[in-house]
């Protein structure tokens, strides 16, 4: 299914929603004796952000098997910050892995498309975010002659994505912006389920009460609570701050109300870490920051549709935190 919505600061989507294929779905199998109960398996990863020794590590505890019918499934923020972006996208196409974009993801994209726009000089985008984060969005004479008429435009980007972008190729930019925002997954059906009936994965988080379809391309990005519009107890509003509670305890809440309940897996939310709701697992637990990178274990047993989280312990060079950006042009795409 391909649902077109508006961009709202997101760079083009190609697709909206993905519906991933049975055929990389675990099943319940009368050869399951031969193959074991760990064959055919999902496996789903938090923020990986370029860190490639963590996610090598992690599919090596894992025992990730693609030829066993192991299939990978990353939780957006594939790219950006961290040291080979470029390494993760390429193992990512290696295994034939699908993924939901992230808002980093997007930025690297947008960044990519504003080069591309503009003369397609990364080197000078780089130097002029650079200048412009240290010099408080004012350009030195000498960099405003080098740059021409690159240096009227207003920068959407820090120098990270641009950065970022730049070791991209062509490829690896078109596999990521031919991923979809939401992906969904069909369990299969009349069999016990530790995940609930429906599974969904989206980078950042979804607003309770709101079809998939009319979910906001720019919440599903970078949502992290819900606020309750003044005399509507029964309206949520996606935030992108910090809250009292995350917006999955809300999810919870309202998936106690229905008949047939979906479980949501998400990351973007690296403070909480580790989130293990009754419908919602987030699986951002900061390996950036040098912290551990998850991953959701899906597999078919005897026993039904079970599931497992896997941690290895950061094995790149992490990132220090910095503070959140202003709210200018630039903290919708890089935060």
């Known amino acids: ?7 709202n600061k997101v760079f083009p989507i190609t697709t909206f929603i993905s519906n991933l294929p049975t055929n990389l779905i ?29 996610l090598e590590n992690l599919l090596e505890k894992v025992g990730f098997d693609k030829a066993k019918g192991d299939h990978l499934i990353l939780a957006g923020d594939i790219t950006n910050k961290g040291p080979d972006s470029s390494g993760v996208v390429d193992l990512a196409i290696k295994l034939g892995a699908s993924a939901v974009r992230g808002n980093h993801d997007n930025a690297v994209l947008d960044a990519a498309a504003e080069v591309a726009a503009n003369g397609g000089d990364f080197e000078l985008f780089k130097n002029l ?3 412009e984060t240290m010099s408080e969005n004012t350009t030195p004479p000498e960099c405003l002659e080098k740059a021409g008429p690159a240096a009227n435009i207003k920068l959407r980007h820090g120098p990270t994505s641009y950065n970022t972008a730049a070791q991209l190729s062509a490829h690896q930019i078109e596999w990521l912006a031919g991923l979809p925002l939401i992906l969904r997954i069909q369990l299969p059906e009349d069999i016990p389920s530790s995940l609930g009936n429906n599974l969904v994965v989206a980078h950042a988080g979804l607003v309770p009460g709101v079809p998939l379809e009319e979910q906001d391309p720019h919440a599903v990005l970078h949502m ?9 107890e029964d309206e949520l509003t996606p935030d992108e701050s910090f809250g009292e509670e995350g917006w999955a305890a809300g999810w919870d809440r309202w998936q106690e109300k229905l008949t047939s309940r979906t479980t949501v897996v998400f990351g973007h939310d690296a403070k909480r870490r580790l989130q293990l709701g009754k419908y919602t697992i987030g699986l951002d637990t900061a390996c950036l920051y040098g912290h551990q990178l998850s991953a959701l274990v899906i597999s078919v047993t005897d026993a039904g549709i079970e599931h497992q989280i896997v941690q290895v312990d950061c094995a790149d060079a992490p990132v220090v935190p ?4 202003k709210e200018d042009n630039k903290a919708a795409v890089d935060k």
């Open 1 to 7: 299914m391909t649902t077109k919505k508006p961009s």
């Open 26 to 54: 675990p099943q319940p199998s009368l050869s399951s004796f031969e193959n074991g109960p760990q064959s055919r398996r999902l496996v789903i990863v938090g923020d990986i952000h370029g860190m490639k020794k963590s």
């Open 129 to 131: 975010a650079a200048t």
């Open 224 to 232: 992290r609570s819900l606020t309750r519009k003044l005399g509507e």
């Open 322 to 325: 910095t503070a959140p950006a």
